[in-house]
């Protein structure tokens, strides 16, 4: 199949396939004898697996060990060591990442609770940001 055909096929677009090509994520493309890439169901398994794995969360960088991994005959991406160790990184990542989040929330909601329990009045200067924000946005939510 042609580039264009294969980026329907996937979803994404012929420069995305170039781009994975020169990455090498995506093997050099075949040339047909008018010059053409031509790609095989084999390459649209991998910018398959590539496509999903970002929609995951992963980076492009990511998604190499998985490529490997397919490629070396795997039935799965994620049928070998390297990739599981991937999703172990990121995981653990994103773990950190929450736990930063919810320490920033809990500073922002004491803050709020710490100002509400003052009953702020109304104020000389405004910038107009408090008429812009709906009633109980801010409010403690699960």
Same mark, same amino acid.
């Given at each position: 199949?042609?580039?264009?055909?294969?980026?329907?096929?996937?979803?994404?677009?012929?420069?995305?396939?170039?781009?994975?090509?020169?990455?090498?994520?995506?093997?050099?493309?075949?040339?047909?004898?008018?010059?053409?890439?031509?790609?095989?169901?084999?390459?649209?398994?991998?910018?398959?697996?590539?496509? *999903? &794995?970002?929609?995951?969360?992963?980076?492009?960088?990511? @998604?190499?060990?998985?490529? +490997?991994?397919?490629?070396?005959? !795997?039935?799965?991406?994620?049928?070998?060591?390297?990739?599981?160790?991937?999703?172990?990184?990121?995981?653990?990542?994103?773990?950190?990442?929450?736990?930063?989040?919810?320490?920033?929330?809990?500073?922002?909601?004491?803050?709020?609770?710490? *100002? &509400?329990?003052?009953?702020?009045?109304?104020?000389?200067? @405004?910038?107009?940001?408090? +008429?812009?924000?709906?009633?109980? !946005?801010?409010?403690?939510?699960?």
């Amino acid at each position: 199949m042609r580039i264009g055909e294969l980026a329907k096929r996937t979803g994404t677009t012929t420069r995305a396939l170039r781009f994975y090509e020169s990455q090498g994520l995506l093997g050099r493309a075949r040339r047909t004898a008018n010059g053409y890439r031509d790609y095989d169901e084999e390459d649209q398994r991998l910018v398959s697996e590539i496509l *999903a &794995l970002q929609a995951a969360g992963l980076s492009l960088d990511d @998604t190499r060990p998985f490529v +490997a991994c397919l490629r070396a005959g !795997h039935g799965a991406g994620d049928d070998c060591a390297d990739s599981v160790e991937v999703y172990r990184r990121r995981l653990a990542e994103v773990d950190d990442c929450l736990e930063r989040l919810g320490a920033v929330r809990a500073g922002l909601v004491a803050k709020l609770a710490d *100002a &509400l329990a003052r009953e702020p009045g109304p104020c000389r200067v @405004t910038t107009g940001y408090a +008429a812009s924000v709906p009633p109980n !946005h801010f409010e403690e939510n699960p």
